[in-house]
Structures are given as C-alpha cells and as structure tokens.
C-alpha cells in the first residue's frame, strides 16, 4: 500500500487511492459527516501547532535569533555578529515544532483527501478546473501575479 506514495511524481490520485486502501485495510469510518468533524478537530489541531511554532520563533528572536529565508525553518542564531545554523537548543525548538506544524497540515490533506472519496469527487481534476476558475475571475483591486494577500471576490 505504501507503495501507492512512493510514485514521482505523487499525484493527488495516488493519494486517493492510498486512503481508500487505508480505510478498507484498517476499517475507518467512511461517513462523510463524521469525517467532517475529525478534519475539522484537525484544523485546530493544525492551527494550534502554528501559533507554537510562531510562539517559538519569536522567543527565539527575543534570545537573538535572526529570521531569514536561506534556511528550512527560517532560523539563524547569531554568534559573533554572524549568522550560524550550528544545532542549538533553539533550532532544535523551532525544528520540532516545524515538524509538528507538518504533520497537522498532512493529517487535514488526510482527511480532505478522505472527504473527496467519500463523495466521489476527482479532488486533482476538481482542484484544476477550480483554479483554472479563480485564475480568470475578477477580483476587486488586486492583480493576482503580483500580489501575495488574500483576494476578496467581487
């Protein structure tokens, strides 16, 4: 079954056809409503591990830590004037709860991935004409190539 997630590249497909395995082999519950309730405990799971990581990042800027984007995590401690990726008890903190903060965003692509099958939707094909929809719709002041803040619909 594992097998099914080790394709390059991994399509959602793969993954469809992975948790309809999953479920049989295990005997989960394929009821759309209850499932709708486990992804949504997993979104504030999600959500949870996000304000740790970000509680996390901002101690370990208070410590002297520097932001950037060069690293995974984003975190540099500064020794001597000079940023260092040495593994410190804070890069150790910030990895942790990066790694924490993945897991709950797999465990909701889990579930909305479950939550597709259920409902017999084609969650890759559905995700291309959806977006294929949003690149092509009006939306009011914002030109979506050059602006990274959420849109609002006209």
């Keep these: 079954m594992l097998d099914l997630l080790q394709k390059e590249p991994l399509r959602l497909h793969d ?4 948790h309809t395995k999953l479920d049989a082999a295990k005997g989960f519950d394929t009821d759309f409503i209850k499932n709708t309730a486990y992804f949504t405990a997993e979104v504030g799971e999600m959500i949870n591990a996000y304000r740790q990581y970000i509680k996390i990042i901002h101690r370990a800027q208070a410590n002297g830590a520097h932001i950037t984007g060069s690293h ?13 990726m040495d593994s410190t008890p804070i890069n150790e903190d910030v990895d942790h709860a990066h790694e924490h ?3 709950e965003l797999a465990d909701c692509l889990a579930y909305v991935v479950k939550l597709a099958n259920y409902a017999d939707v084609d969650l890759e094909a559905a995700y291309v ?3 294929t929809r949003n690149v092509s719709r009006q939306w009011s002041g914002i030109d ?3 602006s990274t803040k959420e849109p609002k619909e006209i």
Excluded at 15 to 18: A, L, P, S
Excluded at 72 to 84: F, K
């Design 129 to 131: 004409r959806k977006m």
């Design 72 to 84: 995974p995590n984003g975190l540099h401690i500064d020794a001597d004037g000079a940023p260092t």
């Design 15 to 18: 993954m469809q056809t992975f």
């Design 101 to 103: 903060l993945a897991e």
């Design 144 to 146: 979506l190539s050059k």
